[in-house]
C-alpha cells in the first residue's frame, strides 16, 4: 500500500515536494492545500485534488503524512504544532537558533495527539546536520566549519518578501572564498559569522514604498541578516525575472581535525552539495523523511523528531537485507 502524502502551500517547495512524490513508488500525493483559490491552483498530479487549507482537517482521513511547505519566519512556528495535532507532519525549518523552542512545541503537541512531527528536515538543517554530527563524532578533536553558496535563500528570500513594501526579492548567500580555503588548508581560523559569508539581496519595491526603510529592516533583521555583511540592490521585476529566475544553492561542511597520541597527524572531512534546485532537493529530503515518519507512527511511536533521532534505513524504501547488500 502507498503512504498518502498531503502538501500543505504550493509554492516553490510544495511544487518539488509533487515531483519528489512522483519519483517514489511507494509514496501517492493524495492532496494539496493552499491559501489561494483552489481552482486557480493548477497542480501535476492528476489524481491528487487541490483544497482549501482551511479544509485540510476534515480531509485527514486521506493523509498518512502532511509536508508542510511553508516559511520559517511566520508559517511553521504556527504551523506544524497545530497540523502535528492531526497529521504526522514533516517541515523544513531552518530558524537554527529557534529550533529548540520549535522542537519542544510539535513534541508536546505530537504526544498529545499520538503522531510523529519531523522537523526542520532539509539540506541545512539536514543532510549538513547530520554530516557535523558525524565528523564530530568520528573526529573528536577538532574543528566545524559550515560554508553555504554561492546561492539563492529560500527561508531568507521569503523573510525579506514579508516586508511592508516588498513585492518580491531574492537573497544570494556567499561563502568568503579566503575563509573558506583557509579551512581546507587546515590552518583551523577563528572565523566570525561576518567572516564566513556575505549576504547580497535583489529588492523589488512595490510602487511608492521607502526603500530606505525597507533596506534598513533588512540588514537589521535578527536570525537573518544583522550578523553578516549584507548588500541591498533595489531592480525590477524584469531584471528579477530575467536575471535570478533561478533557486541555486549549496555548500561545505567541513571538519579538521588530529588524531595520534601527540595530535601529530591531521585529517579534513568535506562533504558538499551543488544543487541546480535549493527547493526541488530539499523537497526529495522531505519526501524521504515521510517514508521515515509513517514507519515510526505504525510502530507506535509520536513526538517530534529531527534527522539525527532518524536511522537512515528508514528512509529507504529497500528492506535490510536489500540496502546490506548494495550498499554496505
Known sequence: MSIRIGIMGYGNLGRGVECAVRQNPDLELT???????????????????????SEAIEKKDLIDVLIICGGSATDLPEMTPEYVKYFNVIDSFDTHKKIPEHFANVD??????????????????????????????????G?????????????????????????????????????????????????????????????????GADKAKIEKEIVTMPYYFDEYDTTVHFITQEELD??????????????????????????????SLKLDSNPEFTSCVLAAYARAAYRLNKEGQTGARTVFDIAPAMLSPLSGEEIRARML
Open 143 to 207: 574543528k566545524d566549519y559550515t560554508f553555504w553558496g554561492k546561492g539563492v535563500s529560500q527561508g531568507h528570500s521569503d523573510a525579506i518578501r514579508r516586508i511592508e513594501g516588498v513585492r518580491d526579492a531574492r537573497q544570494y548567500t556567499i561563502p568568503v572564498d579566503s575563509s573558506l580555503e583557509a579551512v581546507r588548508r587546515g590552518e583551523d581560523p577563528e572565523l566570525t559569522t561576518r567572516q564566513k559569508h556575505t549576504r547580497e539581496c535583489f529588492v523589488v519595491a512595490e510602487d
Open 31 to 53: 492532496a494539496v492545500f493552499t491559501r489561494r483559490d483552489p481552482s486557480k491552483v493548477k497542480i501535476l498530479t492528476q489524481t491528487a485534488q487541490v483544497f482549501k487549507a
Open 108 to 141: 508536546s503537541a505530537a504526544k498529545e495527539s499520538g503522531h510523529i512531527g519531523i522537523i526542520s528536515v532539509g539540506w541545512d538543517p539536514g543532510m549538513f546536520s547530520l554530516n557535523r554530527l558525524y565528523a564530530a563524532s568520528i573526529l573528536p578533536e
Open 242 to 271: 530575467r536575471d535570478h529566475k533561478g533557486i541555486p544553492h549549496g555548500g561545505f561542511v567541513i571538519r579538521s581535525g588530529k588524531t595520534g597520541w601527540n595530535g601529530e597527524n591531521s585529517h579534513i572531512i568535506e562533504y
